[in-house]
């Protein structure tokens, strides 16, 4: 036979089971986005700090060899970079031979 009382209790078990739940989601999710945050930070402040070794080796203030290595692997790419973005402005001021010499 149906149990009104106990079918009320076992609603309301599983409604605050679900609010639990729901909190427990929120509050890990809240921290979650706090923990990316502080990674983006941090990512931040390493980037601002290789910027600044980077200056300091072109300076001449820091003589590292780790450092001097990846600042000569970086100034090689800057380089290659330089040297593609010549060749892209090359091609684009070149005549094409579907140009014709009447125009």
Sequence with gaps: ?????????WLRTKIEKGKEE???????SKLKLEISTLRKRKE????????????MVEDGIIDDPQLVSDYDDITKINQK???LELEIKAIKESKSSFDSDTE
């Excluded at 036979?1 to 209790?9: A, N, P, R, T, Y």
């Excluded at 729901?22 to 890990?28: E, G, T």
């Excluded at 931040?44 to 200056?55: P, V």
């Design 22 to 28: 729901l909190v427990k989601f929120s509050k890990i």
């Design 81 to 83: 970079v330089e040297d």
């Design 44 to 55: 931040e402040r390493y980037k601002s700090m290789g910027k600044r070794a980077f200056k």
């Design 1 to 9: 036979m149906f149990d009104k009382e106990k079918s009320m209790d």
